[in-house]
């Protein structure tokens, strides 16, 4: 019996202990993932994303009338099948934050009641892994939600989405928009309209294209959550755009100019930068015999 003990005692495996940190981020992660609430919010994330970003759009390009946040006058080329990767990408960081926001409050409000940090000063875990556990946890899942629903990087651009904007500009297209996706080499923080990166040093000098560079609606939420609509319009202008679309209010068009014209006059848009967005416009104008 005694020799039995002995070697079942040593034929037991040794347990790893470890880190507290990593237990409980990984408690953290299951009950935030099997929790009824972080699915419900994703499930209004996806909804307000579709209806401000696609549906909105839809009703009001086919009844030409202003719904909601949209204006009337909707192209049909921003509702077609190609465009809707971009309309949802564009929504994303907007009702994204909030629903994170708000998913953050609920898990440590709903996670650290008085009887939770009753066990957690009396019974451990220690308090700094505990409450780290929760922190790490959504930090884990925000970066997930970033990779998600970010562009994507360069060259892997190169190899899918601008194969068709490189036989356009062959072609001779006139104009490209710049729409208000975020890509890994704008820092995932700078809408592509906004960016340099995009505007100038992508489409100009890499793809070769020449003709007039319009910016997607800036009143978009896309843009009007993260800037004014001046200051993005100047922003838009100094990256490389020649046209600025905004779809919102007279007095948001007319702050725009203001805000453009004001920054010419200080330098901060070089003269040169809108000496050539107003040539590419009147060129195309002069191609259709818009002017002569």
Do not use: C
Not at 2 to 12: D, P, Q, R
């Amino acid at each position: 019996m005694t020799a039995l003990v002995e070697a079942t005692a040593t034929a037991a495996p040794t347990r790893t202990r470890s880190l507290p940190l990593v237990d409980t981020t990984r408690a953290e992660l299951r009950r935030i993932m099997r929790w009824p609430a972080t699915w419900v919010l994703a499930g209004v994330w996806l909804t307000l994303n579709a209806l401000f970003g696609y549906v909105f759009d839809w009703i009001s390009y086919r009844t030409g009338e202003t719904t909601g946040p949209a204006d009337a006058g909707v192209q049909l080329g921003s509702l077609l099948p190609a465009a809707i990767p971009d309309r949802f990408a564009d929504g994303m960081p907007m009702f994204g934050g909030a629903v994170v926001m708000i998913l953050g409050a609920l898990a440590v409000g709903a996670g650290y009641g008085w009887a939770t940090w009753k066990t957690v000063f009396t019974q451990g875990p220690s308090r700094a892994a505990s409450f780290g556990g929760t922190l790490v946890a959504l930090l884990v899942l925000v970066a997930g939600l970033v990779l998600a629903t970010v562009g994507l990087d360069l060259d892997q651009l190169r190899e899918r989405d601008l194969i068709p904007f490189e036989a356009a500009i062959g072609a001779g297209v006139p104009g490209v928009t710049l729409g208000h996706a975020l890509y890994p080499f704008s820092d995932f923080t700078v809408p592509a309209s906004l960016s340099p990166a995009v505007a100038t040093r992508l489409l100009r000098d890499e793809l070769g294209f020449e003709g007039v560079a319009l910016t997607d609606d800036l009143a978009d939420p896309a843009i009007t959550a993260l800037s004014t609509v001046p200051d993005a319009a100047v922003e838009a202008v100094r990256a490389g755009a020649d046209m600025l679309v905004i779809s919102g209010s007279a007095g948001d068009q007319q702050a725009a100019y203001v805000a453009a014209l004001q920054a010419v006059r200080s330098g901060r848009i070089p003269r040169a930068r809108l000496d050539r967005a107003v040539g590419r416009i009147l060129s195309v104008k002069r191609d259709y015999g818009l002017i002569r």
